[in-house]
């Protein structure tokens, strides 16, 4: 079975600039997070999905979104780039919500300058 | 609220010798532990977990006791490779909802 991908692997943006980055989580996982893993303040939750629905929501600002398709694959999108916004955003799947072992896709590296 | 202290960093050890890595946390209700490594240019790898009180969980060599009585969730190995080298994260996903909370992380060094 095919685990968590993520694409882009890559990306160099420019402040002010948006970007989209995409997830398919395990086949017949329905639920996916999305995590912003940087040196200084480690993996800090920023949303969870679950049957195209918002669960719950990490402590990250408006410019931060999600959404997720009926096919559970899923995308989150950061708006008016800043340079702190340079991480490695990953995403995990599992079937349901819940106390379910996540499975973590390679990740984007987010560069931005 | 839920939250996860972990053993910090970094950890240099030398070829076979013995490895422990403490994880304590807080959380409300019966929260499941998990362990997960990370290999440089890697996402996270679930090592191991833990669901319910005095449940031990393994794999590769590794092992942590899920202890309700002192909350915590120490990951240990008898003798360390250098293919252990890595960043390792105690976790854990609280009663309700879905969310994880993690460690920092715990960088390890196994050097021949």
């Known amino acids: 079975k095919a685990g968590v991908t993520q694409t882009p692997r890559y990306l160099i943006k420019t402040r002010g600039q948006q970007v989209t980055l995409s997830c398919s989580p395990i086949?017949?996982?329905?639920?996916v997070s999305w995590y912003q893993q940087t040196p200084g303040q480690g993996l800090q939750f920023l949303f969870e999905y679950f049957s195209e629905t918002q669960r719950n929501k990490g402590n990250f600002p408006g410019r931060f979104s999600g959404r997720q398709f009926s096919n559970s694959r899923s995308e989150m999108n950061v708006s008016t780039l800043e340079l702190g916004d340079s991480a490695l955003y990953l995403c995990?799947?599992?079937?349901?919500?819940?106390?379910?072992?996540?499975?973590f896709g390679p990740g984007t590296r987010l560069l931005v300058l | 609220g839920n939250s996860v202290t972990q053993m910090e960093g970094p950890v240099t050890l030398s070829e076979e010798a013995f490895l422990t890595i403490n994880c304590t946390y807080t959380a409300t209700g019966y929260p499941s532990l998990f362990w997960y490594v990370q290999y440089p240019g890697e996402g996270l790898q679930l090592l191991l977990k833990a669901t319910k009180a005095d449940d031990k969980g393994s794999n590769k060599g590794f092992e942590a006791t899920y202890r309700k009585e002192t909350t915590s969730f120490h990951l240990e190995k008898g003798s360390v490779q250098v293919s252990d080298s890595a960043v390792y994260f105690c976790?854990?996903?609280?009663?309700?909802?879905?969310?994880?909370?993690f460690g920092t992380g715990t960088s390890l060094t196994v050097i021949p």
């Open positions: 976790a854990l996903s609280a009663a309700t909802g879905n969310q994880f909370y």
């Open positions: 995990a799947s599992s079937l349901v919500p819940g106390q379910e072992t996540q499975y």
């Open positions: 086949s017949g996982h329905r639920s």
